[in-house]
């Protein structure tokens, strides 16, 4: 039996869209000796639907798109994930399900086991997606016949629980085992799994594993493509029964891959290095962010900085150099290599250009405050007024021109609020919002392997915001590498400042960074949306109170 991965970008809501998707593909695959064709984990509603599973027909809607369908696989079938009802009285009202389309019908239902409920999918925050707040577990695990074959169909986090691999399994079942148990000879899994730095490579490890103790074949489908903060990475593989790969879809890329199940032949497993792969999520996030929000193009401050920089090739990636505009806009302590240097990467980018100076407005902003100021010195207030003016430019820009504003902002910024609320803060997507500071030297790098994009000054020059005169980062900041390591024990593995000083760091600067990331909780809620490429993500992976006082 040969098989066809159908790794397709769905979008969250489109219904119909995606149907049509689904469907279009049945179309490619019926001239290349399919049998059966695998889609994505909730490819019909799109992943993740959260509250929109509570409107009214929503899930009807999805219920009818399986039906049509259903009846177009008169000669191939169909693996399609979909939200079914739960018909008991009690429980959640929905599950989350895969179908086995052939003949012109469903064939089979199969229900999530597994309901993930931490990072990303966790319940205690209002922008993550909660599986079990809208799905029922499944009662039983089973397999389906199909072409001769018993197949143990299983979805995503189905099979994230091998006690093999995992030093304390989060559940006390392995839905995987339990199909094989029930005579599976093909395990297929429907996935929607979100990207993060160097989960393709533990994935395919968790998914060799499995084969490696079982003997049968896998296949493994993954969603790919932006949705919100989360970016799908695609990457679905098919591993043969010894472990060897049989094929791998493309990361980052829609793909279609056809395969025999019981072939021989060991094409290894590849993805991009690291910081290429960051680069391509970064680029598809925000490509299908503006896509999916119905913007087509991008307009960004661009300071002649590192952040600036990076944020600008990322998004002239995304959406083409046409459709990104770059707008300086200098003030009296604004170098004149910060403007030289702005300009050149826009050249080098092709991408728009625009200069609008602050000075005017900032000194008028200034004149308004000075008599409830008088008597005051100058301090953080006037450089945060030169931020919120830059802030309000580009989302006039927006307003006028049709462009989704880009904040540039980077995660160290952010995790100590080295940032401007309604100024640098201000836009409609925080691209570099779960990338270190560290790493965008990193991005900046790679952006330049082949040919001088973004300009060595950028990269060179001491970090500034360019607020106050001879202003630097350091001035306010550790050095990045220092505060880049404290922040990565304090905010993705959540370490304690006795055990982040136990690591070498000096406690004065530990409990200062430490302080700085609690007390800045408010500016993080109220950021624009991010891209998550690191394992913990603010707005997605982490939530704290805002009002709080740590004393234990």
């Known amino acids: 039996m040969r098989v066809a991965l159908a790794q397709i970008n769905t979008t969250v809501g489109d219904v119909r869209g995606n149907r049509d998707r689904v469907l279009d593909t049945l179309e490619k695959v019926r001239g290349m000796g399919a049998e059966l064709v695998l889609f994505p984990e909730l490819c019909l509603t799109g992943y993740p639907p959260r509250d929109l599973l509570g409107l009214q027909g929503f899930v009807d809607g999805n219920l009818r798109a399986l039906d049509e369908i259903a009846q177009r696989t008169d000669r191939i079938g169909a693996v399609v994930g979909f939200v079914d009802r739960n018909p008991r009285p009690q429980g959640r009202d929905f599950y989350n399900a895969a179908a086995l389309l052939a003949r012109g019908k469903v064939e089979a239902v199969v229900y999530k086991s597994l309901l993930p409920t931490y990072d990303v999918f966790d319940e205690d925050t209002y922008d993550v997606f909660d599986e079990e707040r809208y799905f029922e577990r499944a009662v039983e695990v089973g397999t389906v016949g199909f072409c001769g074959r018993r197949l143990g169909i299983s979805i995503c986090e189905d099979c994230w629980n091998a006690p093999d691999f995992w030093p304390k399994p989060l559940y006390a079942t392995d839905p995987i085992r339990a199909q094989v148990e029930k005579g599976a000879d093909l395990l297929v899994n429907i996935s929607a799994s979100p990207f993060e730095m160097d989960k393709p490579e533990f994935r395919y490890r968790m998914l060799l594993g499995h084969v490696r103790k079982h003997k049968v074949p896998l296949l493994y489908l993954n969603l790919v493509g932006g949705n919100d903060d989360l970016i799908f990475d695609g990457n679905s593989i098919a591993l043969g029964r010894d472990g060897n790969v049989l094929a791998q879809g493309k990361s980052f890329a829609e793909d279609l891959v056809v395969v025999d199940p019981d072939g021989t032949a060991d094409l290894g497993y590849t993805e991009p290095e690291e910081i290429e792969g960051i680069f391509q999520a970064l680029v598809l996030g925000t490509r299908d962010y503006a896509r999916k929000c119905g913007f087509r193009s991008a307009v960004l401050g661009l300071s002649g900085g590192i952040d600036s920089a990076v944020t600008a090739c990322i998004a002239a990636s995304a959406l083409g150099s046409e459709n990104v505009l770059g707008v300086s806009m200098p003030s009296v302590y604004s170098a004149r290599e910060s403007h030289d240097d702005a300009r050149a990467l826009a050249r080098n980018l092709g991408i728009g250009f625009r200069v609008i100076p602050i000075q005017s407005v900032f000194q008028e902003y200034r004149k308004t405050l000075a008599p409830v100021f008088e008597g005051l010195a100058e301090d953080v207030t006037e450089e945060n007024l030169q931020a919120r003016i830059r802030g309000t430019l580009l989302m006039a820009l927006s307003n ?153």
């Open 400 to 552: 006028k021109l049709g462009h989704l504003v880009l904040s540039t902002g980077n995660k160290s910024e952010l995790s100590v609020g080295y940032c401007t609320l309604y100024g640098d803060m201000a836009g409609g997507l925080a691209v570099i919002s779960d990338v270190p500071k560290t790493t965008v030297y990193r991005l900046a790098r790679h952006v330049n392997l082949e040919r001088e994009i973004i300009p060595h000054n950028s990269i060179a020059r001491a970090p500034t915001a360019e607020l106050r005169p001879n202003q630097t980062d350091a001035d306010s900041l550790p050095d990045y590498e220092i505060l880049d390591g404290i922040l990565r024990l304090v905010v993705e593995e959540q370490r304690s400042m006795a055990e982040v000083v136990a690591r070498g760091y000096e406690p004065a600067v530990v409990e200062r960074v430490f302080r700085l990331v609690h007390s800045n909780e408010y500016k993080r809620r109220q950021a624009a949306p991010g891209l998550k490429v690191r394992p913990r993500a603010f707005g997605t992976g982490r939530r704290m109170p805002i009002a709080k006082r740590l004393n234990f």
